[in-house]
């Protein structure tokens, strides 16, 4: 929903690093989103496409790494991953679910010169 | 010339959610309980308000209402009636209340004793409930009109909620729906939090959820001025 933001915030949070570092470019950014992100990655890197034009990473390119998410229950005790927000258990449909780790956004690294 | 890696891990957070933790700091300096009404148009979040806003009062509990909506200040008229202080924000078209719009919002309001600040959300079941604003506290608002399958059909608000409001109460009887059947639907979702059945035909009905509310405010800021 917020793909926009998003992307805004990897060009500052970047742009800052390369500074420091010394560097004038970016050649590549590797990023990491988790299924529970909600972020549609599709429309992230399209939203990248247009947003990076007139800064330091005009010819960077995105590379996205997908997290699952996952999951277990508290009615049934099964552990389960999905490449989707889910709440409902897949094996007694329940919701009373917890997500352990997949909502997370990460910047991993820049490739810089 | 010469390239390097520069290795990062640095989280992303949107700039919502930063502002967002700016607005409950702000929230927190003025000793303020921020609600975030979260319903469908029309499941009677204004009237809920209208109602619960001057029993607060009474109890030694005034509050501030920062009103969401796409265009009018209609609901934020209503509030102002009831000697309330109220802000309308109008989002011509956003369907979500965003952090930034909150503080804008918050800077018109001249806080004095106020205890509880009331965020009514724009109407809507999906992006509200995915926006961080600030608040202590996210509450989903039903009313039995709408049927009582929406919990499961928009999970993520039901789920995260502190309480749930089941409003117009009354109108039982006309559906062929049970107070049960809404109960039993949202505790699908959420085994935890309470759940307030509530109507404007009947004052009473809106104690325990003041109470709820005053209890709220007591375990963050004490009993202390």
């Known amino acids: 929903m917020h793909e926009a933001s998003i992307v805004q915030e990897i060009i500052d949070i970047t742009t800052e690093q390369a500074k420091q570092n010394n560097a004038k470019k970016i050649l590549e950014v590797e990023i990491t989103v988790g299924a529970g992100a909600m972020i549609e990655t599709d429309l992230l890197a399209s939203a990248f496409d247009i947003m990076k034009y007139e800064t330091m990473l005009e010819s960077a390119t995105l590379k996205i790494n997908k997290v699952n998410l996952k999951l277990h229950c508290l009615n049934c005790g099964k552990v389960f991953e999905s490449n989707k927000m889910v709440m409902e258990c897949p094996n007694c449909h329940s919701f009373e679910t917890i997500i352990e780790s997949g909502r997370e956004m990460l910047i991993n690294k820049i490739i810089a010169e | ?225």
């Not at chain 2, 967002?20 to 009404?37: D, G, H, M, Y």
């Not at chain 2, 796409?70 to 209340?97: M, S």
């Not at chain 2, 709408?146 to 009887?173: A, H, M, N, R, W």
Request: hydrophobic content about 35%.
């Open chain 2, 1 to 225: 010339m010469e390239t390097k890696d520069i290795n990062l891990n640095i989280p992303i957070l949107s700039k919502n959610v930063k502002e967002a933790e700016t607005n409950k700091k702000i929230f927190e300096s003025k000793r303020l309980l921020v609600i975030n009404l979260i319903s469908s148009p029309g499941s009677g979040k204004t009237t809920l308000l209208e109602n619960v806003a001057p029993m607060l009062n009474d109890f030694g509990y005034p509050s501030l209402v920062i009103e969401g909506d796409i265009a009018t200040t209609r609901d934020a008229e209503r509030i102002n009636k009831k000697n309330i202080k109220c802000v309308q924000i109008n989002t011509h078209g956003i369907c979500h209340l965003e952090s930034k719009m909150i503080r804008k919002a918050f800077e018109q309001l001249h806080v004095e004793n106020e205890k509880i600040l009331f965020i009514e959300n724009v109407g809507n079941l999906v992006c509200p409930a995915e926006f961080y604003l600030g608040e202590h506290e996210k509450v989903a608002i039903l009313s039995v009109t709408e049927g009582e399958d929406k919990p499961e059909k928009y999970p993520l608000l039901f789920k995260e909620s502190s309480c749930v409001l089941l409003t117009k109460v009354d109108l039982l009887p006309f559906l062929d729906l049970s107070k049960e059947d809404f109960i039993s639907e949202i505790r699908k979702l959420n085994n935890t939090s309470p759940i307030f059945l509530v109507s404007k035909k009947e004052k009473d009905s809106y104690y325990k959820f003041v109470e709820w509310l005053i209890q709220k405010y007591l375990s963050i800021f004490g009993e202390g001025q």
